[in-house]
Every structure is written in C-alpha cells, then in structure tokens.
C-alpha cells in the first residue's frame, strides 16, 4: 500500500510539473517569410510599400537600404554610403506620394551625424535630405508620417521629438526633451492624425498633435508597456516589438487594444514571445492584415564585434505573424 501511494503521489506532482510547463510555454506563432542573404547587414529598420509589395530592410552594418521583393529578390535601393547615407535605422513609406524615408547616424570622434533622407521609390531619386551635425549626442532613430505626408523622427539621445515638413523644408523641435521621452524609439500616428505615440523607455508616450502635451499612455491594470522598439497601428490597437530584455526567450511581440478615445491600454495580447528564431528582433511593418518583422539581426553581436572575427553573425530573418487568424 505504501509503495501504491508512494507511485500516485508522484505521479500527480509530475503532472502539475507539465501542467505548470504547458502553461507556462509561449508557442511560436511567426513563420520566416523572407532569409536575407548578407549576414553583416546588420538590420534594424523595415517598412512596406502596398504598390509594388517590397519591402525595405535598412542596414546599421553596410550603411544601406536593400529592397527585398514579393517573391524574395534582394537588390540595393541605396547602395552603402549613397547620398551621404550613413547607418540606417527607421524607415516609412509614404505610398501615396511614392515616397521612401529613412534616417541614420554615425559618430566621428565627439561629432554625432544624424540625417534625414527622402527618395522616390520609383525613380529612385533623392528628393529631400537634411544633415544634422552636432557636438551634443544624438540619435535619430525611428521615423512616422502624418496624412500630409510631414514626419516625426524621435531622437532616442535627446529625449526628444522633430518635426520634418517636405514642402517646407523645414526641421523642427517638436516634442521635449522630456523625461516621458526618455530613450524614445519607435512612433506612430493615430489614423485621425490627433495622437502621436511614442515608445519610451519605460511606456508608450502619448502627444498630442493640437496641444503637443505629453502624457504617458494609460494603464489602469499596469500590465506595462517599456522596452517597446518597432510600433505600428493597427485597428484601434498598437503593436510593438519589446526587445530590451536580457534574453530572447523573454523579447516578445504585443497588441495593445486601446480605449475608443485611443489613449488607454485595456488589454495586451503576446502574439509571439521567446520565438527560437529571435536574435534580438526590432521593428515591424504591416501589409494588410500581416506583420512583418525583423526576427533576427545580429544586433547585440555587432556591437560586440563588428568585424564578425567569430563568425557568429546569422542571416538575417524577416517574420511573418497573420493577424487575421
């Protein structure tokens, strides 16, 4: 009798161990769409263009700006160092006005480099480009558009928001330096153009467009919303890629379902989290009703070493996560 409850006693606590584990698994729901052949381009920007259905991937490693098309065909949009181009980060299509924006930086000694670069994406052209030289540190990093086709660039370094208009001209401080924005990455504007969100550091920063106040978005269960890189709009909802974790098994994707008034955070749905394709993903786009990301892209690797001596750098890996399912 004692060796009988002995084995069921055991044998519940091993159930309640796989129960707890089965509970406790995020299961990968992104697929690869797309393996890029350069494993030092080093990505960090993605963005997608309706038209002719390519997508853009900006490179930090080649200081560039490949174009990656529906059926998977690589080519350089901007080959490296084109146009003053320096490592680029965030990008937005502007596909009425077939229009491509992508900001980069480079630091020379104690000089930060930051710029803003607008082509045609049929012709290819340059149209607009603006070079920010500065002793202070800067880092323009992400990049929204309005209905007007005018951007907002975030200055991760500055705790700061600009203000680009293409007819104009003209570049403009237009939110902060705040300590809401502080390490500010990826922005996003309301479809009404009234809102304007900020992934900070520590939570998605709301401004708004009418009174330029800053406020932190509203989370009354305090489920969190830090470490956010790429953002995105999608159907009264944000989608965000959080990356600053230790490890990529922590890194998730969510949707955050916002309030009718667009300014608080009822409930946040993991789409994907600790996905063993993640090699510290970045920044998002949608097609439709399908996001894409950039899984893996060998970032924390190049920082730590930029020559690849190790060879540890992978290819780079676009994810696709349907959101219609």
């Known amino acids: 009798m004692k060796r009988e409850f002995f084995l069921n006693k ?11 584990v089965a509970c ?27 038209v002719t259905r390519q997508i ?13 098309s529906e059926d998977g065909r690589e080519s350089d949009f901007v080959t490296p160092g084109q146009d003053s181009i320096m ?22 000694g104690k000089t930060s480099f930051s710029a803003i670069h607008v082509y045609d994406i049929d012709s290819k052209l340059l149209l607009k480009r603006v070079i920010v030289k500065d002793t202070v540190n800067q880092l323009f990093n992400d990049i929204a558009l309005d209905s007007r086709g005018d951007s907002y660039i975030t200055d991760s370094y500055g705790s700061q928001i600009y203000n680009y208009s293409f007819e104009s001209g003209r570049l403009e401080l237009y939110a902060g330096p705040d300590s809401l ?9 309301s479809p009404d153009d009234k809102l304007i969100y900020a992934a900070a550091g520590a939570q998605i920063t709301i401004i708004d ?19 956010i890189d ?28 916002l309030s009718s008034d667009m300014k608080v955070i009822e409930e946040v749905i993991i789409l994907d989290k600790g996905n063993p394709l993640f090699n510290l993903p970045t920044t998002c786009t949608l097609a439709n009703d399908e996001l894409f990301y950039l899984g893996n892209t060998s970032l ?14 992978m290819n780079p890996l676009i994810l696709k996560y349907s959101l219609s399912e």
Do not use: H
């Open 300 to 313: 924390r690797l190049y920082f730590q070493d930029k020559t690849d001596s190790k060879g540890l750098f």
């Open 10 to 20: 055991m044998l519940c606590i091993v159930l309640i161990i796989l129960a707890n």
């Open 56 to 68: 853009f991937v900006s490179s930090i490693g080649k200081e560039k700006i490949v174009a990656v």
């Open 24 to 50: 406790n698994t995020e299961s990968p729901t992104s697929t690869i769409e797309y393996t890029l052949s350069e494993k030092d381009l080093i990505p960090e920007g993605i963005t997608f263009d309706p």
């Open 181 to 189: 924005l502080r390490f500010v990455n990826g922005i996003v504007v």
């Open 87 to 108: 490592q680029t980060l965030g990008m937005k299509v502007d596909a009425e006005r077939r229009r491509l924006w992508v900001v980069s930086n480079e630091t020379v």
């Open 230 to 257: 790429g953002i995105v709009f999608y159907k009264g909802s944000l989608i965000g890629v959080t990356n600053s974790k230790d490890t990529e098994s922590e890194m998730f994707v969510a949707r955050y379902n």
């Open 209 to 227: 467009a009418v009174s330029k106040s800053v406020y932190p978005v509203g989370d009354p269960g305090k489920t969190g919303s830090g470490g």
